[in-house]
């Protein structure tokens, strides 16, 4: 749990710089309700290979939701 909790925030605060670099007021309101505490996005059940990725930036891109299915 620490892991993807600690994945979690730094994808919040990438989610959370990225409209401030792009002018978008982020409030602290705003942010006070966010929260690294959410793994519904991992699946417990499964395997992984934890292996470092070479991604540019240090992190990896944003899902844009555009293949989300209903």
Not at 12 to 37: H, I, N, W, Y
Not at 46 to 56: E, G, M, P, Q
Request: proline share 6%; net charge negative; glycine share 6%.
């Amino acid at each position: 749990m620490n892991a993807v909790i600690w994945w979690n925030s730094l994808y919040l605060d990438a989610a959370v710089k990225r409209p401030r670099e792009q002018g978008f007021p982020v409030t602290d309101e705003m942010c006070a309700r966010l929260s690294p505490m959410q793994y519904d996005h991992i699946n417990f059940l499964s395997r992984y290979a934890f292996s470092r990725a070479d991604v540019a930036g240090g992190l990896r891109p944003f899902h844009d939701g555009a293949h989300d299915s209903a």
